[in-house]
């Protein structure tokens, strides 16, 4: 028998110790101290300011984990005070600075940062950022004071914005709670703001020095510069009162569409694992496989019938996503691949996306779009030499590229975009937060692209690319941190139940498809060797939980999709379809703690199948352990530990 691995690897995919958060607290003013900076800032018990970070950024947009030393902490019944000295860099570059926070009982709040640059400091940014939550204030009232000393009265967009909907900025006020408001006074420089919904974070991020002014900047050696945000709180917010035994209901009611195909991406580099792994990847049993091409990386006619091949295999339809690598002479591109598809053979693609290079990487709002053939004539061009094909248009980076680059949808069949969870930070609970603005980008994508279908994927908690910087971050420690290619959570029970609530939320905003991560590599579903740290995996060949995850989701493609109320969805996700009398779910714990859920809408007896700690070194090596749903369920409660998913079916 298979030893249970240590509950952090079961959990997280890795036993890189983490420090609990320091609760600070002055009456009814509560904030969580966490590496040096504040989250979830509370005022009776209703979050007003997602978090306050004092951030230094390297030239590729990845953040630095501060040194913090000297820290002192003092409370009282109505008020604290904490101070440090911090250190920032790497072997090439170093600043340093202190920092003071204090808070009191009228939900007064100050955060002061005050740098000493060491050396000379390459940045793409270096001070405050504010998170404003996304809950309750997406398209809500603010009061905006400019530098300049103007009051403007203005809109939390509710649909994405993909500029920087507020500029300029000294303070924002909003309303919290009922009853209440909350001043951000924001000094030392000029701030903005972006909605950091489009690349999947559950804020509005306001931060220091515009995007408009050149980036990377050098910090010159021995620049000192001071920074602070305050908050002051008007009235108390009152809120509605959660269930007296801290359960979270669940409401489930026949729905009206059919729940999405499930695929996964093909990056060449894998395609030699995934068929030495064939028998493993079979009852995966997805409805189509992203075949990635790009001749930037070689890639050629074999490599096309080395992803087919697999299709085949797994009896999926292949995808060809294609990188347009030139601006001069596209045209001789497109008709070479054309060319090559036509040689083939069956089956060829039945579907195909195209993407010029140079829409891989970041186009800044009030900035040039590089040279890039033009989609419309792209798309034109591409239907006479893919003319079998559907022919799709998007991103294949991130919404928010899509969203700053609208495509002619008169010349695609359908549109696609991919995300990732770690794109602006890398922690657990960040990774779980980024499903929260999930709705508001299938919202956005609709209005974007009306009856158009859409696609979402290839998709995974990391970045397949960055187009933000020169690359994703190396991690051959598989530690947590933002802009990670290879994620330690993605062999762990919390990468499952991030699928299944990145699934659910996506079925239910109205993707056609949604593709998640890849069959190997790294954003794949079972341990094949690499050159990074697998944890427990590397001594216990096996499957991570998304497999189990994935083979249930597989098997819903094109049932009734039913309609899902959560009482508190951040916590926890469902998604459930109507087939063979009755219902079919799965549900997952999206928290570090357990969590007690009461069912409606089942009928008839249930039974279930529990994916969590206690069970994660049996389903490894078990090809149907989710599937086997054989434990009778007793009434309509149920309780998951941290980051389980439970699979459920009804009579």
């Not at 890795?14 to 800032?41: D, M, Q, S």
């Not at 909605?195 to 000192?224: C, E, F, I, M």
């Not at 908690?461 to 933000?468: C, E, K, L, T």
């Amino acid at each position: 028998m298979t030893k249970t691995p240590p509950r952090s690897i079961c959990l997280f995919g890795t036993e890189e110790p983490v420090e609990a958060p320091i609760i600070l607290k002055a009456g009814p003013l509560l904030a969580e101290f966490e590496a040096g900076n504040l989250r979830y800032v509370r005022f009776h018990g209703v979050e007003m300011i997602r978090a306050l970070s004092y951030i230094v950024r390297d030239r590729d947009w990845g953040t630095y984990n501060p040194r913090i030393r000297n820290l002192k902490i003092v409370t009282s019944s109505d008020h604290f005070h904490v101070s440090y000295d911090a250190e920032a860099g790497d072997a090439t570059q170093n600043m340093r600075y202190s920092a003071v926070i204090t808070g009191d009982s009228t939900g007064a709040l100050r955060f002061e940062g005050n740098a000493d640059v060491v050396t000379d400091f390459v940045t793409n940014r270096t001070g405050f950022v504010v998170l404003h939550p996304i809950e309750g204030v997406a398209g809500h009232h603010a009061m905006i004071e400019h530098v300049d000393g103007r009051h403007v009265e203005t809109l939390f967009p509710k649909l994405i914005d993909p500029i920087q909907p507020m500029m300029e900025l000294r303070a924002i006020t909003h309303n919290f709670g009922q009853g209440a408001k909350v001043r951000c006074l924001m000094e030392g420089d000029t701030f903005e703001m972006e909605d950091q919904r489009n690349w999947t974070d559950a804020s509005y991020k306001t931060y220091v020095r515009p995007l408009a002014l050149p980036w990377p900047y050098t910090l010159a050696k021995d620049t000192k510069f001071s920074q602070a945000v305050s908050l002051s709180v008007e009235g108390q917010p009152s809120h509605g009162g959660a269930g007296t035994d801290g359960s979270i209901p669940i409401v489930v009611k026949p729905g009206k569409f059919k729940a999405p195909a499930l695929g996964f991406g093909l990056d060449p580099d894998d395609c030699e694992s995934v068929l030495t792994h064939i028998d493993m990847a079979r009852p995966l049993a997805p409805q189509h496989l992203i075949c990635h091409y790009d001749p930037r990386r070689g890639h050629s006619a074999e490599t096309l019938k080395q992803q087919l091949a697999i299709a085949r295999e797994l009896h999926a339809e292949p995808w060809l996503e294609a990188v347009i690598t030139r601006v001069d002479s596209w045209q001789d591109e497109v008709s070479a691949l054309g060319s090559v598809v036509g040689t083939l053979g069956n089956p060829f693609f039945p579907l195909v996306m195209l993407s010029p290079a140079s829409d891989l990487k970041c186009t800044l709002p009030g900035t040039t779009w590089p040279p890039c053939p033009p989609a419309e004539d792209l798309f034109r061009h591409a239907r006479t030499h893919f003319p079998k094909a559907k022919l799709v248009g998007g991103m294949f980076s991130y919404f928010t590229e899509l969203n700053r680059k609208r495509p002619p949808l008169d010349v695609m069949d359908s549109v696609s975009f991919t995300t990732s969870a770690l794109v602006h930070a890398g922690d657990d609970r960040s990774v779980t937060e980024s499903l929260e603005a999930l709705p508001h980008i299938a919202r956005s994508v609709r209005a974007i692209v009306g009856d158009t279908p859409y696609a979402v994927g290839p998709s995974a908690i990391g970045m397949r690319d960055n187009p933000y910087g020169a690359k994703t971050m190396d991690n051959p420690e598989s530690i947590r941190q933002a802009m990670n290619w290879n994620d330690p959570r993605q062999q762990s029970l919390l990468g499952a139940a991030w699928n299944v609530g990145y699934f659910a939320h996506f079925a239910q905003g109205g993707a056609r498809s949604i593709a998640l991560g890849g069959i190997t590599g790294p954003f794949g579903l079972l341990s094949t060797p690499q050159n990074w740290k697998q944890a427990w995996f590397d001594q216990n060949r096996g499957l991570y939980p998304s497999y189990h995850v994935m083979r249930v989701l597989s098997s819903f493609a094109d049932a009734n999709l039913c309609e899902v109320a959560i009482g508190t969805p951040r916590d926890v996700q469902m998604i459930a379809v109507q087939r063979n009398g009755g219902i079919e779910a799965l549900v997952a714990n999206l928290t570090g703690t357990q969590q007690k859920i009461e069912l409606s809408g089942f009928d008839g007896s249930m039974a279930n199948a529990i994916l969590d700690a206690s069970t994660f070194a049996a389903a490894s090596q078990n090809l149907s352990f989710l599937s086997e749903t054989s434990n009778k369920l007793v009434g309509r409660s149920i309780i998951l530990d941290a980051y389980a998913v439970m699979h459920l079916k009804s009579a």
